[in-house]
């Protein structure tokens, strides 16, 4: 666990890496992949489960939208002089138009509220087990985000009712955003200094796997249903959460081996040596008190804000913009298959994104690094959802969109822990990390009320989802505003 010495420092940064440097950082990658596995399970699932999970919701939007419009449409067409076949007609083809609108709005509806939930629960369960990580470990408490957020993915495929898979989908998010901060603190310690900005950005890099691997989940399964020998259909979305429990197994592997960092166990010692003298762990006290730290977590949630929005509050949405605007008259089946494979290649996208940033912050620095990250996201959001039209721009414009969105989380992964000593480097990293997702659960009503309000103006009626997404996209403004005031941690050491 000590840094090798190395007579020219010229040398690839993995030589400087040990065994146990590569088993942390592998178990570290394994269960941040698998965390964003479960991420794209639910994001691709999403609309199936819920039109399944509301339809009692949804059918009755419909009724009562198809009562409202059709003596609507029926006098409307009498007072045009219509015969009384021409009436009858309107007013079926306005209850149904008026139904099915409905409907699509209730599945948007509960979507956006479950999405939310999840960013909620990812938020509580970040700054939660933030705390934890200082306080009781960052080997134990990524151990233990790692079973929390599989048993409950798994625990999704069974809900009956949306307000339960909702429940399930928030207690999965408090072991996402644990895991995260937990995972950070432990690579950002164990890793000799030249090597950590590259060990954590290929930690995020290699997060993208697990999305693509979800994504490939998702375009097999989502569209089967088996039906069991008690007669029970089990659809394709039930089934992929199933495939979330998997990731369990790496607690079972890496429990003995798993070890505190060193500067850690150290400064748990002197802790308890020093009694009520020493600066306690994981303290939001002294984190939101003293000028410094204060400082630093302010500039890091307003990053986290302007990038987490981005992504959750538009870039996810991709699947809503083929299906819905794209590929609007394709068949059911390949509008999924379709959605799946640009998330696939927005997700492959992200993999050179991040690992473009690793090397510009260790090179340039890391405010220039997110400079170019941020103006890159506003830039790639506007081109795609402005602008993408055909089923082949998909396969260009995507990847370019996953670059520029998840470049800024490599960032994150590499900056936050530069901020913090110690004693509060988990706490501060779920804190900025998930700060934000409280404030980003917004952006999907956000762009959903927005994309309503645009569709009501003529001019503009069927993009009213582009011009939202093109609005929110304005985000990433404020992230740039931020780096005029953010400290440069490149060629410095961790805070202690």
């Known amino acids: 666990m000590t840094e090798p010495s190395l007579a020219n420092s010229n040398q690839p940064w993995w030589k400087e890496l040990t065994r146990y440097h590569w088993w942390i950082l592998i178990i570290a990658i394994l269960g941040w992949m698998f965390d964003t596995m479960d991420q794209r399970l639910f994001v691709l699932a999403r609309k199936p489960a819920m039109q399944e999970l509301t339809r009692p919701q949804a059918e009755a939007a419909r009724a009562e939208a198809a009562a409202k419009a059709r003596p609507e449409a029926e006098a409307k067409a009498r007072s045009e002089g219509k015969t009384a076949d021409e009436v009858r007609q309107a007013g079926q083809a306005a209850a149904k138009a008026a139904g099915e609108a409905a409907v699509k709005a209730a599945d948007e509806f509960y979507g956006g509220l479950t999405t939310a939930l999840l960013l909620i629960g990812w938020a509580?369960?970040?700054?939660?087990?933030?705390?934890?990580?200082?306080?009781?470990?960052?080997?134990?408490?990524?151990?233990?985000?790692?079973?929390?957020?599989?048993?409950?993915?798994?625990?999704?495929?069974?809900?009956?009712?949306?307000?339960?898979?909702?429940?399930?989908?928030?207690?999965?998010?408090?072991?996402?955003?644990?895991?995260?901060?937990?995972?950070?603190?432990?690579?950002?310690?164990?890793?000799?200094?030249?090597?950590?900005?590259?060990?954590?950005?290929?930690?995020?890099?290699?997060?993208?796997?697990?999305?693509?691997?979800?994504?490939?989940?998702?375009?097999?399964?989502?569209?089967?249903?088996?039906?069991?020998?008690?007669?029970?259909?089990?659809?394709?979305?039930?089934?992929?959460?199933?495939?979330?429990?998997?990731?369990?197994?790496?607690?079972?592997?890496?429990?003995?081996?798993?070890?505190?960092?060193?500067?850690?166990?150290?400064?748990?010692?002197?802790?308890?040596?020093?009694?009520?003298?020493?600066p306690k762990l994981g303290s939001y006290r002294e984190m939101l008190t003293d000028k410094r730290w204060r400082y630093h977590t302010l500039i890091g949630v307003l990053l986290a804000v302007s990038g987490v929005i981005g992504l959750w509050g538009i870039g996810f949405f991709t699947p809503e913009l083929i299906s819905g605007n794209v590929l609007r008259d394709a068949d059911p089946q390949h509008k999924i298959r379709i959605s799946s494979m640009a998330m696939a290649l927005q997700d492959g996208g992200a993999i050179f994104g991040i690992m473009a940033f690793s090397w510009l912050a260790v090179r340039m620095g890391r405010r220039l690094a997110f400079a170019l990250a941020f103006s890159m996201a506003l830039a790639m959001t506007v081109m795609v959802f402005g602008f993408m039209r055909t089923e082949s721009q998909i396969y260009w414009m995507i990847p370019m969109l996953g670059f520029a969105n998840l470049a800024i989380f490599g960032g994150y992964t590499i900056y936050f822990p530069e901020l913090y000593p110690t004693r509060l480097r988990s706490t501060g990293v779920g804190f900025c990390y998930n700060v934000a997702r409280y404030i980003s659960a917004a952006g999907p009503f956000a762009l959903g009320s927005l994309a309503h309000l645009y569709s009501q103006n003529r001019a503009i009626g069927e993009n009213g989802f582009r011009y939202a997404a093109c609005t929110v996209a304005g985000i990433y403004l404020v992230g740039l505003i931020t780096l005029l005031f953010a400290p440069e941690t490149k060629g410095k050491p961790l805070p202690e």
């Open 124 to 278: 509580t369960g970040g700054i939660f087990f933030g705390i934890m990580g200082d306080k009781w470990g960052r080997a134990k408490t990524m151990l233990l985000t790692i079973l929390v957020y599989s048993a409950f993915t798994g625990l999704s495929a069974l809900s009956t009712s949306w307000w339960d898979f909702a429940a399930y989908r928030f207690l999965t998010g408090t072991g996402v955003g644990g895991e995260f901060a937990a995972g950070v603190a432990l690579v950002a310690e164990v890793m000799p200094t030249r090597a950590r900005p590259h060990a954590l950005g290929l930690l995020q890099a290699m997060a993208s796997v697990g999305n693509i691997i979800g994504s490939i989940i998702s375009f097999f399964v989502v569209p089967l249903a088996i039906t069991l020998a008690s007669g029970w259909v089990l659809p394709g979305w039930r089934l992929v959460f199933l495939v979330g429990i998997l990731p369990a197994l790496i607690v079972v592997f890496a429990m003995r081996k798993l070890k505190e960092p060193e500067s850690w166990l150290r400064l748990k010692q002197a802790s308890r040596e020093s009694g009520a003298a020493a």
